[in-house]
Nanobody
Framework: QVQLVESGGGLVQPGGSLRLSCSAS????????MGWYRQAPGKQRDMVAD???????NYADSVKGRFTISRDNAKNTVYLQMNSLKPEDTAVYYC???????????????WGQGTQVTVSS
């Protein structure tokens, strides 16, 4: 079984910063693309940023220039550095990873449990 454990959420004032972390553990052959998604109350879950195993990144337009995604392949961990936070960034943030399991030819998607980020004065 594979687990994704997130940390780093919390309450921050507008203009502040937070850093989210997400580590994958379990019976893993390889962790492929990893990413962060967010879901605000009453809204759909949207992609925030993702990163391939070779380090290519992709960002939602709303966070470009403010958020930075990175990863440590040796630790199967992905990070999201969030700067210049705005109230509209308030949401539950979820980590997602595409994982190849030992002996399987298919990739499986796994999600973390979510971490709350609240931007408010």
């Amino acid at each position: 079984q594979v687990q994704l454990v997130e940390s780093g959420g919390g309450l921050v004032q507008p203009g502040g910063s937070l850093r989210l972390s997400c580590s994958a553990s379990g019976t893993i052959f390889r962790v492929n693309a990893m990413g962060w998604y967010r879901q605000a109350p009453g809204k759909q879950r949207d992609m925030v940023a993702d990163i391939t195993s070779s380090g290519h990144t992709n960002y939602a337009d709303s966070v470009k220039g403010r958020f930075t995604i990175s990863r440590d392949n040796a630790k199967n961990t992905v990070y999201l550095q969030m700067n210049s936070l705005k109230p509209e960034d308030t949401a539950v943030y979820y980590c997602k990873a595409g994982v190849s399991l030992p002996g399987s030819r298919y990739e499986h998607d796994y999600w973390g449990q979510g971490t709350q980020v609240t931007v408010s004065s």
